[in-house]
């Protein structure tokens, strides 16, 4: 008669009396300690559990003026020196203040030396309508585990920038997008940076209506000097232009290299020269370039 074992009972039973080397005992308790529990993914949600700390008295009091001081000269001055036009943050003609762009927001985090935690908080799927939106949090966290600061960021595929795509194509997208404004807002928010930046350029409304349909190039230029042509058929702004030429250099797009793009979609010789939806059309190919 064949006899059955129970393998599974036999190796928890000769597991138990086996003791860890003292060696691995002392690297799993430094790691411990060193690695802050809040700063792991829950093993089975995966999703960032953050942690309240007791705070004495020490560490909950305020900055001295003095303290308050050095913080913001040491934060302008690392602005000043590190953060690069037109990648780290963009300059909009007739805006009062510059605004941070995520490369820009990451720096500042990297020099605070500070750690970046995103929870989804809420999201909406429906994948019968292809309608997506997203509302997530960042935590930043330095290396004992204490959260310095959050920001928040939502964002959804009916947006301007979205509402005539496929809501299924730009779901990745919008998750994003959500995920990069709220970065941008804690890096503000934690840098007390308000006063020199605002929100993200890419969420100012540079995006002109549709042109008619069956419009040639040639009739979209030869409207562009009408002052009663509609948004879509006069010129780029300067607005766009500069921002066009923001997205060049961040992706190292020459001015050679645009102007034979243009001159292959459009007949145009100078990208400069192009309508406001044909300066649209590249704005958004240019965000699609950096979302892949």
Same mark, same amino acid.
Do not use: H, Q, W
């Given at each position: 008669m064949t006899k059955q074992m129970d393998l599974k009972a036999l190796l928890e039973s @000769?597991? *138990? /009396?086996? &003791?860890p080397m003292e060696e691995t005992k002392t690297a799993i308790e430094r790691a411990e300690t060193v690695v802050p529990k809040n700063l792991m993914f829950d093993s089975e949600s995966t999703e960032f559990k953050p942690e309240t700390k007791a705070v004495t008295a020490t560490t909950a009091r305020g900055l001295t003026v003095e303290e308050a001081k050095q913080f913001d000269d040491d934060m302008n001055r690392f602005i000043d020196t590190v953060l690069i036009s037109g990648v780290d943050y963009g300059v909009i003609p007739h805006c009062n203040k510059p605004t941070l762009l995520k490369s820009g927001a990451e720096k500042i985090m990297n020099y605070l030396g500070l750690?970046?935690? &995103?929870?989804?908080?809420?999201?909406?799927?429906? %994948?019968? &309508? *292809?309608?997506?939106? %997203?509302?997530? @949090?960042v935590f930043l966290i330095d290396y004992n585990g204490v959260v310095k600061g959050e920001g928040v960021g939502i964002c959804n595929s009916r947006e301007g920038r979205y509402a005539k795509q496929n809501g299924y194509a730009v779901q990745n997208t919008v998750l994003k997008m959500t995920k990069k404004r709220a970065l941008v807002d804690a890096a503000l928010n934690v840098g007390n940076l308000s006063a020199r930046f605002t929100q993200d350029v890419e969420d100012m409304n540079l995006e002109p209506e549709q042109p008619s349909v069956g419009k040639s190039v040639?009739?979209?230029?030869?409207?562009?000097? /009408?002052?009663?042509?509609? @948004? /879509?058929e006069r010129p780029a702004s300067q607005k766009q232009i500069y921002f066009l030429e923001t997205l060049m250099g961040q992706h190292g797009t020459t001015v050679d290299a645009m102007n034979k793009y243009v001159s292959q979609q459009y007949g145009i010789d100078d990208y400069r020269k192009i309508s406001s939806y044909q300066a649209s059309q590249l704005i958004e190919r240019f965000k699609r370039e950096a979302n892949k």
């Open positions: @000769k597991m *138990g /009396s086996i &003791t750690i970046a935690r &995103t929870e989804v908080v809420n999201r909406v799927e429906d %994948y019968n &309508t *292809g309608f997506f939106s %997203y509302e997530c @949090k040639e009739e979209l230029r030869s409207n562009n000097n /009408s002052s009663s042509a509609p @948004k /879509s």
